[in-house]
């Protein structure tokens, strides 16, 4: 009978979501449009210039990307009208990437597939993750605890996320994808900037102050406290597992001369994450990185970055372990036009990353301390065959922490068949590296053991795209991507001889996946924009001759076939936004987690000039649902906001 | 759930239908919002700006407004510009490369709108030149005597009065007025 209520409630919630678009839809075309025509621009007034917003619609029609590669651009504006309050949720918009939430704070962000599967202790561990040319995802197993990395997201530019290897350019573990975080320059950020968010399920104060010292030296300092409240583990029981972080930090631009750039920036946090009892886990970090680009001339550039950071998680309290990792990294890049149609980057970096893990008894590292070093040089070539036909090679070597040097080459064509049509192709290798949670781990659970496997090889990708990127009118643009991945030396769990259940890791698993990525944004008018994206994947693992055959081929990921995102933005007059947003995924194999579909949004007006009142929600249609086995249930989220800028 | 699918067909279908009828009223210009009010300010600014006579050539001499690294909103205030005129000037909108200086000196009012490995060589070569600089913040160039200044979504604009006079250009009381404050 509750089931039946449930869906009859679901029903009318989905009705009434509809009902609310179709409002949104009809107030949206009766509302006074945004000066638009070249008459009504002649006939404005400067002051009423200034009463315009821009933010929208109108700066997401980005041009056709050069790049042969699967990217979407998640661009500042598109940040703030989705209302989305922590990086995971921003990178919901992309519609490259899978994103799950597991409980508060606690998150997995895939491209491609191989989403984890906690309950063979596979994290999802194949992409790479950079806030501002700094690695975030974690050395200890190569994926990334989404409550360490935050940023304002007022000061983010953009987030360049892409799906595919691209380890040849942009560093180890970018196996399945890449995520590029960039904020603003403190050019870009000047004056002052408050923000609040408040509603049952979280809370975030956020705050910047942006100036300049002399005349070419600009910095900012900023600060953001999040707090998210316990979500549930069963309907009406609460987890007892919230999440709160306070972070801040600071950004000085130096531009001494036109050919020179100087950017050092700090960051320091704290938080804590409930672990389903009265004890929390504590999180610490700081880093600094240092950055200096040098132009000599318009067609080459030089650049070298350093940065220095710390990670600490200490679930001692609730009867875990405790780590802390120092990493130091090195790093630069040369790119140059050798003649008319070669176009050179080059570069090198080394990171050592040094690191101790107090575990318990049944839980621990062996050894505890240890030094993990990384190197890596790479070269590239882009070369324009003709105007429209353009050739990149490129080769990395790679020499990881635990094994000999790898040797990842990568060659891409891009057939540019006019100005708004590209058709690009690409072959390219990618590996993820042995990490300590694949060698050292020892884990104790009664009769059962879990040792790392001291023979514990690179996982190896082989991938083959083909990619087109159109924008057949001023206001449509899409792009469209297949892909095959072909994987060698997965991570699979064998046994060990002897009495008792003894389990190792191997590299038996190997197999392929391959799918669509596609996206596309159509611009209605200058105030109404809708967009889509859709991902099908398919994934085929098998257990090479030999292996233990333990748990099935989800033990790496449980994938839903597909993913579906649709947007709709509208400026419903010169001070009204409104943006909504659904999306519906497909359930994940092999799991109790079902297909479901969510919509969110957020209603901002700007009554007088610097003061912005919001109103935004997450999850709208259930009162609560989950996206990942073992994960929590994930809560409406309903929150208002203020913004103040001066 | 097939019988819901029937009802959920009509609002699509009328939502389809009012998409068509916006589809139909969109004026034919691709450039975004953005550009579109970025020109507009071009447009008007130079309304609020006194330039040295000796600036001009000759009576009938167009107000040289000139753009470098934003061709969208050259394209937007080509079309404003068209048979308009400013204290009695035809105004030419000029696109010019990024790395060409020598050209900014012959320009009235000068939009750096994209930082390149040059931008600030061009505000330098027309330094204590009468040429109205523009910079935009968000296209990472600043300094000029008028800053475009994003803020909440809306386009404002900024004034370094010091740089105006280091200039010999005479600001109206209005422009100041309604501009913050910007330069050191």
Known sequence: LSTAVARAAERIAAQAARRVILIAVLIGCSAPAAAQTIDELREMSIDDLAEVNVSSVSKSDEPIGAA???????????????????????????????????????????????????????????????????????????GVYWDLPDVLPEDIDRIEVISGPGATLWGANAMNGVINIITKSAVQSAGAFASAQAGESQRTVGARFGGSIGDNLDYRVFARWIDEEAAWSAPGVRAQDGWRRLGGGFRVDWTPNDRDAVMLQGEAFSGTLGRGGPAEEDTEGRSVTLRWNHRPSTTSELQVQGFYDRVERDSRASGGGKFTADSYDLEFQHSFAAGRRHTVVWGSGVRRTSYRIDGTATFF???????????????????????????????????DPYVKASLLPEARIAWRANATTLLWASASRAVRSPTPFDRDVEERAGFLSLSGDR??????????????????????????????????????????????????????????????????????????????????????????????????????????????????????????????????????????????????????????????????????????????????????????????RY | LKADGRTRSRPVRLAIALALIALAQEPATAESLEARIKAAYLLKLSSFVRWPATVFTDANAPLRICIVGRSDVHAVLEALARNQQVAGRTIAAVHIPHDSAAQAQSCQALFVGRNSPAWRDLLTATKRSPVLTITDRAGGTHGGVIEFIESGGNIRIGVDRAEARARSLELSSKLVQIAEPTGR
Do not use: C
């Not at chain 1, 906690?118 to 190569?142: E, I």
């Not at chain 1, 505890?368 to 070269?379: E, G, H, S, T």
């Not at chain 1, 882009?382 to 105007?387: E, L, R």
């Open chain 1, 365 to 399: 590292f062996d050894p505890p301390i240890r030094d993990l070093f990384l190197a890596q040089a790479f070269v590239q070539d882009s070369f324009a065959i003709t105007p429209k036909l353009s050739f990149t090679a490129g080769l990395k070597v790679e020499k």
């Open chain 1, 455 to 644: 023979q514990f090889r690179t996982e190896k990708l082989t991938a083959f795209e083909l990619g087109l990127r159109m924008q057949p009118a001023p206001t449509l643009s899409f792009s469209l991507t297949g892909y095959y991945h072909q994987y060698e030396d997965l991570r699979s769990i064998e046994l060990l001889p002897g009495p008792g259940l003894n389990l190792t890791w191997g590299n038996m698993l190997k197999g392929h996946s391959y799918g669509i990525e596609a996206w596309g944004d159509l611009r209605l008018t200058s105030w109404w924009k809708i967009s889509a994206g859709l991902h099908l994947h398919e994934q085929k693992l098998s257990f090479a001759p030999g292996a233990s055959g333990l748990l099935d081929q989800y033990q790496l990921g449980n994938d839903p076939s597909y993913r579906i995102k649709l947007h709709t933005s509208l400026n419903l007059a010169h001070n009204l936004t409104l943006d909504a947003d659904f999306r519906a995924v497909g359930a994940l194999p092999g799991t109790s987690v079902r297909a479901y579909r969510e919509v969110g949004g957020r209603l901002a007006w700007t009554p007088v000039r610097g003061l912005t009142l919001t109103v935004s929600g997450a999850n709208l249609l259930h009162e609560y649902h989950r996206e990942y086995e073992g994960g929590d249930l994930i809560p409406r989220k309903v929150m208002a906001g203020v913004e103040l």
């Open chain 1, 68 to 142: 042969p590669a699967s990217i979407y651009l998640i661009g500042n504006e598109a940040i703030a009208r989705s209302g989305a309050t922590t990086l995971p949720e921003i990178l919901r918009l992309a519609p490259n990437l899978s994103t799950y939430q597991r409980a508060p704070g606690s998150w997995v962000v895939t491209a491609r597939g191989m989403n984890g599967n906690l309950a063979a202790q596979s994290y999802s561990n194949k992409l790479l993750v950079l806030v501002d040319g700094r690695t975030v995802y974690s050395p200890l197993f190569s």
